[in-house]
């Protein structure tokens, strides 16, 4: 969805929005393509439903994680960034 209509459907101003998109994107919940349409630009936002389900669960994972060999090696796996939702 481009930025435009997604300024009519959350009804937020349009800086509020881009910043909003920025974040959302660098956490990779939203995806994001660029569309090259008769000499301008046009960017299409997507939500990255899977990347936002695995975060829910990052917590439950950790405390399994946690459970299962201890808090030890959950901070060495979370040090070396064994997994990205830690």
Same mark, same amino acid.
């Given at each position: ?8 459907? &959350? ?7 881009? #910043?909003?998109?920025? &974040?959302?994107?660098? #956490?990779?919940? &939203? ?15 997507? %939500?990255?439903?899977? #990347? ?20 030890? &090696? %959950? ?10 939702? %830690?």
């Amino acid at each position: 969805m481009p930025i435009p209509h997604l300024v009519r459907k &959350v009804k937020l101003p349009e800086k509020i929005l881009r #910043q909003t998109l920025v &974040v959302l994107i660098q #956490q990779h919940l &939203v995806r994001f393509y660029t569309h090259f349409d008769g000499g301008s630009d046009m960017v299409y936002y997507e %939500c990255d439903w899977m #990347q936002i389900y695995e975060l829910l669960h990052a917590g439950k994972i950790i405390r399994v994680v946690e459970d299962r060999f201890g808090a030890d &090696v %959950c901070g060495t796996v979370k040090t070396f960034g064994m997994c990205y939702w %830690c």
